[in-house]
């Protein structure tokens, strides 16, 4: 069972894969996010949590990536059961959109692009 974090300063989109289908489960507050995690590893019996590396395509803004990798450690330092990974997510937004735009979806509504691009993660 793996679960997916995509990381941002105030607020964190999680995915999990159940049984070869993976669901976007939940938006949740950065201050929150330890509590829930605990709570979904229990719930789902979570093996792996990957955590999406924000690199910046030209490597001009890495503030955002150094405090990623600061979180990685956090979370092994927390969850020393479970293996922590990380992976590249430069382009699952872009995907998320080219996906829309083939389904003729207007991504402010029905589906999210955040969401799609969570479901994403598991496939790059």
Known sequence: MYLAIDLWDKK?????????????KAIVARV???QELKKLIQEYDIKTIVVW???????????QL???????EKLKDIFKDIFIDS????FTSF???N????????????????????VLIFYL
């Open 87 to 90: 992976i590249d997510e430069r």
């Open 12 to 24: 964190c989109w999680l995915a999990i894969e159940l049984e070869w289908v993976i669901i976007p």
């Open 32 to 34: 929150k996010l330890i």
């Open 53 to 63: 590396l924000p690199y910046d395509l030209y490597w001009k803004n890495l503030k």
């Open 99 to 118: 996906i829309l735009i083939e389904l003729w979806m207007d991504s402010s509504k029905n589906v999210k692009k955040d969401d799609l691009s969570a």
């Open 66 to 72: 150094e405090k990623t990798k600061k979180f990685i």
């Open 95 to 97: 995907e998320a959109d």
